[in-house]
């Protein structure tokens, strides 16, 4: 029986989502945008590019009305953001992050029926 390897990243789900955080050290928020997600971590853009691995963050993630904060650590640093691992601390944690991926990919089902039955009323 394979199993996963505990360092191999979950599959990603793109969106492009505004986002506060701040460093678990800091006082004012910050602004970014997430641009995947998945049940482990996600992609933070940012212009603010002084992060460095393994530096806490505090998300405040909004959905359907829930605002959660969500802490999480940065794993890597890139050009234009850095990679997030979150540490959820408890199921409202976790199940805020799996709403989040249910409503994108829901919206994202949805904009391809639309033009499904478009293009099927065009052809």
């Not at 992060?51 to 993630?61: C, G, R, W, Y």
């Not at 890597?76 to 408890?90: S, T």
């Amino acid at each position: 029986m394979d199993q996963k390897d505990n360092n191999t990243p979950a599959a990603r789900l793109p969106l492009y989502m505004n986002v506060e955080f701040r460093r678990s050290y800091a006082r004012q928020p910050e602004h970014g945008k997430l641009k995947n997600i998945s049940l482990t971590g996600a992609f933070l853009e940012t212009q603010d590019l002084d992060f460095v691995p393994n530096d806490k963050i505090v998300l405040t993630l909004n959905v359907s009305g829930r605002e959660r904060k969500l802490t999480a650590h940065v794993i890597w640093k890139g050009e234009e953001g850095c990679g997030l691992a979150f540490r959820p601390v408890n199921n409202r944690d976790v199940q805020i992050v799996d709403d989040l991926m249910y409503f994108v990919e829901n919206k994202r089902e949805t904009r391809r029926s639309v033009l499904s039955d478009i293009f099927n009323k065009v052809s």
